[in-house]
């Protein structure tokens, strides 16, 4: 009896949170098909307003798309990776990512006590940006100054001059992080 005492709490010893990117939209399947395998997953969800053309209808979406958290030992992060759905395992300088106990607890105290949560690129002053929408899209510059909204400074090199102009959040995305 005190052997299995001591490997059950190895066992938990051995356990990481490890996040799984996924294949778009599949997020909700992966969660189930790796706990049928009896390893234990989380998937960070929140409830979005969406409207079709003909209604609106509360959502739960995932909170981070195409990552899927897992806590398994070695073993079970190789049988999770073999889940339909799962692109791979997030890997930082070639190792498995560790997520932390603390940032799991952290997410899901979020999710509890935050009613509206929207997941944004970490941008920096210096970091190179593209428009994504509007009548702006297409085109790059660099991120300026961060305030309500984002200020960009877009070089135009055949002059060597710049535009300041505020656009939208929401309307961009990182493209390179400054260094």
């Known amino acids: 009896m005190r052997s299995e005492v001591l490997n059950t709490t190895s066992d938990r010893a051995q356990k990481q949170w490890f996040a799984l990117y996924t294949r778009p939209r599949h997020e909700k399947r992966v969660v189930e098909e790796v706990q049928e395998k009896g390893i234990e997953a989380y998937l960070p969800l929140t409830s979005v307003l969406r409207q079709w053309s003909d209604r609106k209808k509360w ?22 990776v073999q889940t339909n759905g799962v692109v791979r395992v997030v890997q930082f300088q070639g190792k498995p990512a560790r997520v932390r106990d ?27 940006v593209s428009i994504m929408r509007g009548p702006l899209t297409g085109i ?40």
């Open 102 to 128: 603390e940032e799991i607890d952290r997410i899901k105290r979020i999710l509890r006590e935050v009613e509206s949560i929207e997941v944004c690129d970490t941008m920096a002053v210096g970091d190179w």
């Open 59 to 80: 959502v739960d979406e995932p909170l981070f798309r195409g990552y899927v958290f897992i806590h398994g030992d070695v073993s079970e992060r190789y049988h999770s």
């Open 140 to 179: 790059q510059g660099q991120l300026f100054e961060i305030q309500g909204s984002h200020r960009l400074v877009v070089t135009l090199s055949s002059i060597n001059q710049g535009l300041r102009f505020s656009v939208d959040r929401s309307d961009v995305e990182l493209i390179q992080q400054s260094n």
